[in-house]
């Protein structure tokens, strides 16, 4: 069953909302709470889209299903699910460093972030200059 | 992942290329904020960290400028205003949000509270959840 856009958007304003209001309130020294507690709404949110990934590509060992029509198919999700690593690994050692749990320079940290955004930024390029091309 | 492009396109009002540069302008601030933490001596101010979100929302601003004209030379008239209209809302929230984070960080003022800084962004946050309800 796929969720509604209005649904999905909801779902994202409200852990994106919640977030932000927790990290306002660390920000401005109102609640001295650990770095890893002001990300619970980020972890949630990962963990969601995380299952729902997992179980789409499982969907895959279903008998009856046709793996000709899902080659492009399993590509993308083998994409998205290494971008959702590299995201959850850039949240991990960002909360590391801001508890100074491990003394690393903050180049180490953006290394994951660098590689998702690279990864968006071929993909956004291949549907601008590439598709259109076609 | 969650949403297809065509769904941000549409939720956003941004087109590929726009979000395309926003995500470069990322990319570069990210660069430049590793620069200037980790290496003290580089010598760059917070305002030069910020340099490609400025950029961005300029070239931004200016691409929508040409998209709302040729729609409005087409005939489109409504969808230029509508369209120049939103995108601009969006970018001057992202540019107050910018220049407040900035100040901040630049003067370090007790005055200039987060909750302040991130008034545009929830803002922001309200205005996207309405317009997702009205693309859906």
Not at chain 1, 81 to 88: H, R
Not at chain 2, 95 to 104: S, T
Not at chain 2, 108 to 127: A, C, D, H, K, N
Request: hydrophobic letters at 60%.
């Amino acid at each position: 069953m796929r969720m509604s856009l209005a649904q999905r958007v909801l779902l994202t304003w409200l852990f994106t909302l919640l977030f932000l209001i927790m990290l306002v309130l660390k920000l401005d020294e109102k609640a001295p709470w650990n770095w890893f507690l002001i990300f619970i709404p980020v972890w949630i949110f990962d963990t969601i889209l995380l299952v729902m990934l997992i179980v789409k590509m499982a969907g895959r060992c279903k008998s009856g299903y046709d793996p000709r029509n899902g080659s492009q198919n399993i590509k993308k999700k083998v994409w998205y699910l290494v971008a959702m690593l590299l995201k959850l690994a850039f949240c991990l050692t960002l909360c590391a460093k801001l508890e100074q749990f491990a003394v690393v320079k903050l180049a180490y940290v953006f290394i994951p972030l660098w590689a998702l955004l690279m990864g968006g930024m071929i993909e956004l390029g291949y549907n601008i200059f590439y598709v259109r091309r076609d | 992942m969650l949403f297809s492009l065509r769904e941000l396109v549409q939720w956003l009002g941004f087109a590929t290329f726009e979000i395309f540069l926003h995500l470069l302008a990322l990319l570069a601030f990210s660069v430049l904020l590793v620069l200037k933490v980790d290496n003290a001596d580089f010598g760059l101010t917070w305002w030069k960290v910020f340099v490609p979100f400025f950029a961005a929302d300029g070239l931004s601003t200016y691409f929508t400028t040409i998209v709302s004209v040729r729609l409005f030379q087409d005939g489109e008239k409504r969808l230029a205003v509508l369209r120049l209209f939103w995108i601009l809302t969006i970018l001057s929230l992202k540019f107050v949000f910018e220049m407040l984070l900035c100040q901040k960080l630049v003067e370090q003022t007790r005055e200039l509270w987060y909750g302040l800084i991130m008034s545009p962004v929830f803002i922001l946050l309200q205005l996207l959840m309405i317009r997702a309800c009205r693309v859906n």
